[in-house]
């Protein structure tokens, strides 16, 4: 999929799962519940072992499936998830050295950020999505509309504590998408192989932004 085609599928979902987990065999068996469920969108942090051939595995299995390289540190890195099949990159903060790299390769790439002057520079920097992080612990819904207010012209991501008594707030405050990790992925769910669980938390989580869009427009 071309740049703007994988940045209006995350747009249309609305939600970005984060497979942190500890096994290549835990990551497949996560992104196919996840994907069951409604949400044909996987980030891959590259804190699990063989992040890299899971991604390449991930591809061949579900050609369908969006996956990104998440947890990025350095465009070398970066270089080897892109060609392993990764359709997006992000980082848990600003690298303009990975800003650099996604440009010349076209390819959607949305940093971590925080305050203010990262936000302008990732904009300047021709990031026009990114992903705010840790949003929960800075103030939640009410820190993305602050920072709504002088960055109309950026689209944010809520990423860090997103959860069910959060997922709905954040989509009133107009993030385009949502980052959930372990609230979506629970650790046990995966250890007992329970496909059902992950994917009633993920049909959930879906039905909560589209209740919240509804919402929104209808305001």
């Known amino acids: 999929m071309k740049q703007d085609q994988v940045e209006a599928r995350i747009q249309e979902v609305g939600i970005i799962p984060a497979l942190r987990v500890s096994s290549a065999e835990d990551a497949l068996f996560a992104a196919d519940a996840v994907s069951s469920g409604g949400i044909p969108i996987v980030e891959l942090t590259t804190t699990v072992?063989?992040?890299v051939q899971v991604i390449s595995e991930l591809m061949r299995s579900?050609?369908?499936l969006v996956v990104g390289a998440g947890t990025l540190h350095d465009?070398?890195?970066a270089r080897q998830c892109l060609d392993a099949g990764a359709s997006f990159l992000t980082t848990p903060?600003?690298?303009l050295e990975?800003?650099?790299f996604a440009r010349k390769k076209g390819v959607l790439y949305f940093p971590g950020v925080l305050t203010p002057t990262e936000v302008m520079t990732a904009w300047k920097s021709g990031c026009d999505?990114?992903?705010v992080f840790p949003c929960s612990q800075v103030g939640?819904?009410?820190y993305i509309k602050a920072l709504q207010a002088p960055f109309p012209e950026v689209r944010f991501i809520a990423s860090g504590g997103v959860n069910q008594n959060t997922a709905t707030e954040f989509t009133l405050a107009g993030v385009v998408a949502l980052g959930i990790g372990?609230?979506?992925?629970?650790?046990?769910a995966i250890q007992l192989r329970e496909r059902d669980w992950i994917r009633e938390l993920a049909r959930r989580f879906v039905r909560m932004v589209k209740d919240a869009r509804e919402r929104r427009l209808h305001a």
């Open 49 to 51: 072992p063989g992040a």
């Open 62 to 64: 579900n050609p369908d």
């Open 75 to 77: 465009a070398e890195t």
């Open 93 to 95: 903060g600003l690298d």
């Open 98 to 100: 990975i800003v650099e």
């Open 129 to 131: 999505l990114v992903k």
């Open 140 to 142: 939640g819904a009410s």
């Open 182 to 188: 372990r609230d979506l992925i629970q650790p046990r």
